[in-house]
């Protein structure tokens, strides 16, 4: 049995096996959502039930109940994700799915690929967690559908869309600790074949002072942020997003997205302190259907990332990181007969950046074409998928993947899937002056998976165990003083996740066991746990249900983890008590309270970069049906 020890509480799996069985027991007459469609895991619409990825799928009102003003927050206690934060709202922010590096996660906004090419990540923190409608977790190798960047998984975040007839008009306000203030609204017009929406929102808080590091002295030599300042860290994004789309059939139609988000977001530190950002997606996506069992999708799209440091209102040199990804893809998906799906498709994305430094390179261009079958034989499902990716920067790569479930009875169902995957190396890593190593090879994985859900009437639970394989990992080399393929990595982990309603009652938990280790034979940190990663995390959330107004409870938990690669900078376990509540004395008003680690537990996600202490956030939210 495994255990871990957090903030003094003691958590078991098995507790969490025995809460999840127990679930499956209860039968009610209200409906859980099994008819959920998600797209991110096949690149095709699929029910939960139908999709043998490990999926999780956070829709509107999943986003609103959690009472969140960040993506950051959003994602805290989700099986399979761990969330690193330097301090607050608005500052840096990784997140790593099933132990992967956070620049081995490809994150989309309506199909579009986010993030900066120079560094590889994305900037989570300046996504508008108000624009956002959807959200699609996918848990596990993904490169056979995505090519680069889909090591641990896929995070598909679409935009809100216009549902009902006729014009809505939609408005929320929001306050809370530190003076933090959000306000938004958003109108919506669905005529006739024609949707169209547009949405704004405005979040600024004062913040609190977002490191406890210390100045370097004669003897000392720093850590964290590297000085001592007392000054709140501030934070401020301005957003919006647009849809427009026309249905021409059930079956053809166009839309174009539009998302921005833009501000600035103070933090300590000695080199800069301040920190400017524009996050934007812009897409056009069809549909047509020539003939009934063939369906056809294209898309084009651009995201652009651009962030600029300064020092109290003066630049420094190389503070600028400026990315513009342009992107094409075109679908046909071919129904062969009833559930026998295959699918034939390409990828174009041309990577541009403009940083301040001088690279020898700044852009890049990658194509790809894949192919999926999909298929179910009586009980049994079968998903194959294969992928070539062509990059200017590094070659040829080849991945594929392939999935089993068999049904049982009506309501579980046995998995088991295995797959390769790939990241490339970003600019910095290729070509940044003086450091970049332009022979380094892309980084691979091997990865396995078992597992076993039930979806009842009124509970649901899945039990997934997985066993990964990372290959040429990219780290520095200290003699060579660049960068090289050396590192090696095993992580292994097992994910419990399980719902219920019963009356007016509803349960949610999740937990999550992660055993990441750097494998790198000769290293000082062979056998080490990988930074940042607990090997234990954790959340239960019970609701009841009272007439006008809804009452929750939820508690995070996560296990101790490390720093540094040497495991010798710990960071603490910690667990957090968050109580939320909701009145709805009409059917077009909703007042939210939340109070946020009740207990004012002290924690770090990230060392010297301390999370908020017990905090309040009130918001009012207006909802009338259309005109």
Known sequence: ???????????????????????????????????????????????????????????????????????????????????????????????????????????????????????????????????????????????????????????????????TDGLTVQADASYGSHETSSYGGRADVVSDGLTFGLSGSNLTSNGYADCTGAPPTATFGGAGCYVDDARPDGYHNVSSSAHLGYHFSDTDDIEATFMRSEGGTRYAGDYTDHESFVEQEASVAGHWSPIAALRITAQVGQSHDNEFDTLDGVEPPGNLLDTTRNTASLQADWTIVPKQIVTLGTDYLKDTIADDADFPVTSRRISGVFGEYQGTFGPQQLAVSLRHDDNTQYGDK????????????????????????????????LYYPYYGNPSLKPETSHSVEVGVDQRLQSAHWSLRAYDTLYHNLISYDAAFFAPENTDEARIRGIEAQGGMIWGAWTADITGTLLDAKDRTPGSFEYDDQLPRRARGTGRLEVARQFQQVRAAVRYNLSGPSYDDLANTERLGGWSTVDTLAEWTPTTHWAVQAKVANVTGHRYQTAMYYPQDERNFLVTVRYRPASF
């Open 1 to 163: 049995m495994f255990s871990l020890r957090a903030g003094g509480f003691v958590v078991s799996l098995s507790v969490v096996l025995c809460s999840i069985s127990a679930q499956a027991e209860i039968s009610a007459s209200t409906d859980s959502g099994l008819e959920e469609v998600t797209v991110t895991a096949t690149r095709t619409p699929n029910t939960l039930a139908d999709t043998l990825a490990s999926v999780t799928v956070l829709n509107q009102q999943d986003i609103e109940l959690r009472q969140v003003l960040s993506l950051q927050d959003l994602f805290v206690g989700e099986a399979g994700l761990q969330v690193s934060n330097n301090g607050g709202p608005g500052k840096a922010t990784s997140v790593y799915v099933r132990g992967a590096n956070a620049d081995q996660i490809l994150v989309l906004v309506d199909g579009v690929r986010m993030g900066s090419a120079t560094i590889g990540t994305t900037s989570f923190q300046y996504l508008p967690v108000d624009q956002f409608g959807r959200v699609e977790i996918v848990r596990g190798p993904l490169s056979s559908l995505y090519g680069s960047e889909a090591m641990g998984g896929v995070i598909q975040i679409f935009t809100q869309r216009p549902t």
């Open 398 to 429: 080849t991945t594929g993947s392939a999935a089993w479930g068999y049904h049982f009875a009506d309501t579980m169902r046995v998995t088991a899937s295995y797959g390769t995957a790939f990241q490339a190396p970003s600019f910095d890593d």
